[in-house]
Nanobody, 115 residues
Framework: VQLQASGGGLVQAGGSLRLSCAVS??????MGWYRQAPGKQRELVAD???????NYADYAKGRFTISRDNGKNMVFLQMNNLKPEDTAVYYC????????????WGQGTKVTVSA
């Protein structure tokens, strides 16, 4: 399983970005996004199951929307009303089967939000 993330960049506070992640191989159980800011631990942003059940971090609720296209094996993260504290490297993540340790990470895409 290989993951290819894209869509990061520099945006002003209040702006929007859409991250995309293409996943090779078969359809996976859970697809998601994590982020890691400088000096901080990697944290969950949101994930979505193959049945489209979504889970968001509190800071993402109301601003970010996760979606997936099972036909194309892709996951997306629409980020609106971005804040400087959203600046981080965003990683896509998949869990191949529910509850398994077969997990994979993308290479990360950097998001920078200027004040």
């Amino acid at each position: 399983v290989q993951l290819q993330a894209s869509g990061g960049g520099l945006v002003q506070a209040g702006g929007s970005l859409r991250l995309s992640c293409a996943v090779s191989g078969s359809t996976v159980a859970i697809m998601g996004w994590y982020r890691q800011a400088p000096g901080k631990q990697r944290e969950l942003v949101a994930d979505i199951s193959i049945g489209f059940t979504k889970n968001y971090a509190d800071y993402a609720k109301g601003r970010f929307t996760i979606s997936r296209d099972n036909g194309k094996n892709m996951v997306f993260l629409q980020m609106n009303n971005l804040k400087p504290e959203d600046t981080a490297v965003y990683y896509c993540h998949v869990e191949v089967h529910f509850g398994s340790r077969d997990v994979h990470w993308g290479q990360g895409t950097k998001v920078t939000v200027s004040a």
